[in-house]
């Protein structure tokens, strides 16, 4: 068990499993999981994309992808459009109701950005935050 202590693999999954419940937990409420959450606030933010744009904006798998949006596009929250003659190849944008839904989510998603803050300390929240964006940035 001692080195389970030094492995960082671990320790970042088992704080991400943990940070992602209390979020996913207060999104349930608007009917969203975070990933289908931060999927439709990139599709905001970006407008139309498509699915490769997307994975790769998300570092998502495509397989992993398409799972998140099937739900998105059943419920009218995300719409989808072939690109040219190749039916494959399709764009994803965020509809009216998606839009709705995702202004809906920010109070959920605001309240639980103040849970982990106040619990893990804002300061801390922010250096942590940093710190996880870097490795990312840093990696590619």
Known sequence: MEGLFDDDCFAIRQAAR???????????????????????????????????????????QRTTLVRTIQPLRRNGLVSSAALGPDARALSIALT?????????????????????????????AAALRSELFAITRDSI
């Open 96 to 124: 009216a109701a998606g839009e709705e839904r995702l202004v809906a989510g920010r109070e959920r998603w605001h309240a639980a950005q103040a849970e982990f803050e106040h619990r893990f300390g804002e300061q801390r």
């Open 18 to 60: 943990y940070v992602s419940q209390l979020y996913d937990h207060h999104l349930e409420n608007v009917g969203l999981t975070i990933t289908q959450f931060s999927l439709m606030g990139r599709l905001k933010r970006m407008g139309p994309m498509t699915m490769k744009q997307l994975a790769e904006a998300m570092r998502m």
